[in-house]
């Protein structure tokens, strides 16, 4: 499977632990129109899951659960592929890992 | 505290996440909004509450929530898994289960597209199947037309004049048809089809040799002409696609002649231009391009880029309305220019195709009708599924698609299938549309296979909306209310039901009448007395080329002699040399005048035919001689030209005297008078559709005119296969060198020339018998149905003591009243059509009351006989069966 760069970068950001469309739209700067596009194709062909958030965390805050998303092996491999063809992607958003909502 | 305002900006996005969810589909849409709606208020709860916000977090927060807009976008995608799928696979189940139905809706459908698609086939050939050349919507045919014809060809010198003159064509071409005879040791002397043309030929169609190459410029002159192309066809056939043929030469009309190059397999276009083995240049002599006397040439052209064909045809009027001023002969004509692609085809052959494809519609149109009512009564006897689903909450529209989308899967089978029906039927026309004709084919292309699909997609919607609609506009509680059976139609489709029927009738009614009027005139048209015998005359070409024949009086002793020899041998009764085939028509005519009979205005000179027969021609025809002598051995070059007219011509200039003794002369100031010795009956064309050219008629002796290309007539006990032999050996024993040609008897030239238009006449025939067996299937299935219904009514009639002959009544009395409805229709239908072919085609007999009348009467017999079979099943209703049952 090619990837485009933009969904590369989509899945090197999950792969880095921003899990929320909200946080990839912050991160890799792309509009919500792309991202959540890309993740709902990811899902289709199994590169993702998805979860919600458990309802404790959300209700801490006094909100809705969110929808959060998780790289699967095959798209492990495939952003594995992806990286060998662009090799500069490995070092976005690398610098700090978010939590992962179960280890809150 | 918020004020309004506040609160109803607070909401903005969220309203903005709801509204755009209602374009998602329905079991995507919670998760869709919940997703949506917990993204926005996290980062609300990040920055502030909304009423905080600055402006640039609040538009940054609706910017994100548009994005929401294309990812409810994307997921439209899964609505085609979600319902359409659905939809199609339960019509697929729906269909599946009910194998009966299926198989005849899709059969009666094949069936119907493919009697479509076939005629479509045959207009595609003709009428829009783009020529094989480039840009070829820019070659156009040049026609000259007078009053009295549309059709004319040119004289070298107006070509000349409007090829130098004109501004608006690339090239402007004359070809015309050459038949050189090729003798090579060893082999017998062949006589083939060729095409001389102007050197700007290949260019102006722009395909280049195969191998080879074109002849030049410089070649296309008189003396230097020693050249020629072959064709593929004829390359392949006779030297065997030798690769080493290039820069060999041939013997053609006793010159030697070198091969240049061969055309690809694909310049050839037989519908076109005719069988082509050879194309030499056409090399006018100084005088020739002179020649403003002598109209043979065929002419064509190629328009330049960015002219249009309207331009070019003023441009063109204008400059030759200037040549016909310095030339008397081309007064009161004029030029037209036709699309090369529409001369395939002629005026009459255009106007039947047209005509038989749309019959054929109606034979669709029936079709439609059945399956309109075949949906209608399964629409009837699913009215409870229909309304249990919409209980459940299937809206409206998703069982008006749901019933499309099985009409329109039934439809596009149907017309899969029609494709292989229509393949069956090309192959069919092809191998008799052009017995003659190598090369020349009826092929399925994409234009066809679009048109097949088009029509199974426009039949699908034409007989699924109305059952439909109908099964939309179910009232749940009513249809819930009732017996399982649940099979009550409401009034509309009981009207629905009847106007097919009607329609039906009269559908079949227009499409026979216009097949049975058809043929009965084409069939009344052959049997027309054409003034002499067409059975056992046997007869053959012939084309006397070659510096010995290259004067009149030696062409003359040829003929003498071969007609001497002809008739030394056994079994021969009657021999006759002519300058024509009479089956088809006279080769020549011109305008005359009368001696004594004042002179015609310029545009209005009578024009007669002027055949030239040896003696005997009259008697092997079988024509009589009404006045007057026959030629006689007389009659010779050396002596004053004499005439034998026809019957009509006599009638019209000397209706109340004998016209024996009168003159006849040519136009101009030397009449050169002919005196008219005989009138014979009028001789008729039998192979000729169109009206002939003039109805006057004069023949000449053979030896004061003998033509280089004569027919040889003969009659007597002589098998056809026979024939070729003895005349082929006859011939060669005075010349072996020229051959003779297309050896057929004159039965077999009626036939082949009026082969189109009577295989046309067969479609149709076929069409009319398809039209009328699915009508009498449809109405059979109306009724059928309908005494079905009725069988609790029957029963109760019964019981009450009504006869069998009452219970027969009433279902043939209602069937009566709809055919008869019907047949009101189409007849007023197949007067329309009537006077259609009347227009169409003049000189076909296809005025006949007689016969509209009988086929009326066939339909409405085979109708009832449709409702007959129902009807005495109605009369064999057990009433304690019925009664118990309801």
């Known amino acids: 499977m090619n990837l485009s760069y933009t969904t590369a970068i989509i899945l090197q950001a999950l792969a880095n632990g921003y899990q929320y469309g909200f946080d990839i739209i912050d991160v890799t700067g792309l509009p919500s129109g792309t991202v959540y596009p890309a993740l709902r194709r990811f899902e289709d062909t199994d590169l993702v899951t998805s979860r919600w958030e458990s309802e404790e965390i959300a209700g801490n805050e006094q909100r809705t659960p969110r929808r959060y998303y998780e790289l699967t092996k095959q798209g492990h491999q495939a952003l594995a592929e992806a990286l060998r063809r662009y090799r500069a992607l490995e070092n976005l958003f690398a610098v700090e890992k978010k939590p992962r909502p179960t280890d809150a | 505290m918020l004020d309004r305002n506040q609160t109803f900006l607070a909401s903005l996005h969220y309203r903005l996440i709801r509204f755009i969810g209602v374009i998602v589909p329905r079991h995507f849409r919670p998760r869709f909004r919940q997703e949506w709606e917990s993204e926005l ?99 156009l045919y040049v026609w000259r037309t007078s009053p009295h014809s549309q059709n004319w060809p040119h004289s070298p010198g107006n070509f000349f004049a409007m ?141 330049k880029p960015g002219v249009t064909p309207e331009q070019a045809q003023q441009n063109i009027s204008t400059l030759f309305a200037a040549i016909a001023q310095e030339n008397s002969s081309n007064q009161n004509e004029g030029i037209r220019l036709e699309s090369l692609q529409r001369t395939m085809s002629d005026d009459i052959g255009r106007k039947v195709m047209w005509f038989v494809f749309g019959l054929a519609g109606f034979v669709l149109l029936i079709a439609c009708a059945n399956l309109a009512n075949l949906q209608l009564v399964r ?34 089978l149907g017309g ?119 059975d056992g005359l046997l007869t053959a070409q012939l084309g006397l080329q070659g510096s010995n024949y290259s004067t009149p009086a030696s062409r003359a002793v040829f003929y003498r002699q071969l007609e001497e020899r002809l008739r030394a041998l056994p079994g021969v009764k009657q021999i006759a040399i002519s300058g024509s085939q009479p089956a088809w028509g006279f080769n020549s005519s011109g305008s005359f005048k009368v001696e004594g009979h004042p002179e015609p205005k310029p545009g209005e000179w009578p024009e007669i035919y002027f055949e030239p027969v040896s003696s005997e021609y009259f008697a092997t025809l079988g024509a009589r001689l009404l006045e007057g002598r026959n030629f006689n051995a007389n009659d010779l070059a050396d002596r004053p030209d004499v005439l034998i007219i026809n019957e009509t011509t006599a009638r019209r200039f000397w209706p109340n005297e004998s016209a024996v003794g009168k003159r006849l002369g040519r136009p101009g100031d030397n009449p050169n008078w002919s005196e008219i010795v005989g009138v014979v009956n009028d001789i008729g064309f039998p192979g000729l559709l169109g009206e002939p050219y003039t109805r006057y008629q004069a023949f000449r002796p053979l030896a004061q005119a003998p033509r280089a290309f004569v027919n040889i007539n003969l009659r007597g006990d002589i098998a056809p296969e026979a024939f070729a032999g003895m005349l ?159």
């Open chain 2, 163 to 303: 090829r130098e003159k004109n501004n608006i064509f690339e090239q402007m071409v004359a070809i015309n048809g050459v038949g050189p005879n090729l003798v090579e040791d060893g082999v017998s002397a062949e006589r083939l089809q060729g095409l001389a043309v102007t050197a700007d030929f290949f260019p102006a169609l722009g395909v280049q040799p195969s191998m080879g190459r074109w002849f030049t410029a410089e070649e296309d002159q008189p003396g230097a002409n020693q050249v020629v192309v072959l064709s593929d066809r004829f390359w392949q056939r006779r030297f065997g696609g030798d690769l080493n043929i290039i820069g060999r030469t041939l013997q053609l009309d006793g010159e030697s002649i070198k091969v240049v190059g061969v055309m690809p397999p694909t310049f050839e276009h037989p519908l076109l231009w005719g069988t082509v083995d050879v194309w030499r240049p056409i090399a006018f002599a100084a005088d020739q391009r002179q020649n403003r006397g002598n109209n043979y040439l065929r002419m064509f052209a190629r328009l």
């Open chain 2, 728 to 886: 082929r050996r006859t011939v060669a024993e005075l010349d072996s060198t020229q051959p003779v040609y297309r050896i057929r008897t004159a039965r077999d030239q009626v036939e082949q020339s009026l082969g189109s238009i009577s295989l046309l006449g067969t479609l149709l025939g076929a069409f009319a018998t398809l039209g009328l067996l699915l009508a009498a299937i449809g109405i059979y299935g109306v009724i059928s149905y309908s005494v079905a219904q009725r069988t609790g009514e029957i029963g109760i009639r019964v019981a009450l003591g009504a006869q069998s002959r009452d219970v027969l009544w009433l279902i043939l009395g209602k069937g009566a009243r709809l055919i008869i409805l019907g047949a009101v229709f189409g007849f007023g239908g197949a007067y329309v059509i009537s006077r259609l072919l009347v227009w169409a085609l003049p000189t076909l007999p296809t005025r006949d009351p007689l016969t509209l009348g009988g086929l009326t009467f066939v339909l409405v017999i085979v109708a009832m006989a449709a409702c007959y079979l129902p009807a005495r099943r109605a009369t064999k209703v057990d009433p304690m069966v019925a009664l118990r049952h309801e």
């Open chain 2, 379 to 412: 629409t009837a006897t699913r009215s409870r599924e229909y309304s249990v689903r919409a209980a459940l909450g299937a809206g409206r529209f998703r069982l008006l698609r749901q019933s499309l989308i099985e009409s329109l899967v039934i439809a596009l």
């Open chain 2, 41 to 139: 208020q996290y980062r609300e709860a990040m920055l502030a509450r909304w009423y905080r916000l600055n402006w640039k977090n609040k538009l940054e927060l609706l910017w994100r929530s548009l994005g929401a807009f294309q990812d409810a976008l994307w997921l439209q995608r899964q609505r085609l898994e979600d319902d359409m799928f659905q939809d199609f696979r339960y019509s697929l189940r729906m269909l599946l289960k009910n194998k009966g139905f299926t198989i005849v809706a899709v059969l009666t459908l094949a069936l119907g597209i493919g009697a479509n698609t076939a005629m479509f086939s045959v207009l595609n050939t003709y009428l829009f199947r783009s020529l094989p050349y480039p840009n070829s919507e820019r070659l």
């Open chain 2, 416 to 534: 899969a299938i029609s494709l292989f029906l229509a393949l069956g039927a090309v192959r069919f026309i092809s191998s008799r549309l052009f017995s003659n004709l190598p090369g020349a084919d009826v092929t399925l292309d994409f234009k066809v296979f679009g048109f097949a699909l088009l029509a199974s997609l426009l039949t699908g919607l034409l007989f699924g909306t109305v059952p439909a609609w109908l099964a939309s506009r179910v009232d749940v509680n009513q249809a819930l209310k009732e017996s399982p059976r649940g099979s009550t139609a409401g009034r509309s489709q009981h009207r629905l039901r009847h106007a097919l029927i009607v329609g039906e009738v009269a559908f079949a009614l227009v499409l026979l009448a216009g097949a049975g009027l058809f043929l009965r005139g084409l069939q009344r048209f052959t049997n027309q007395d054409p003034g002499w015998r067409v």
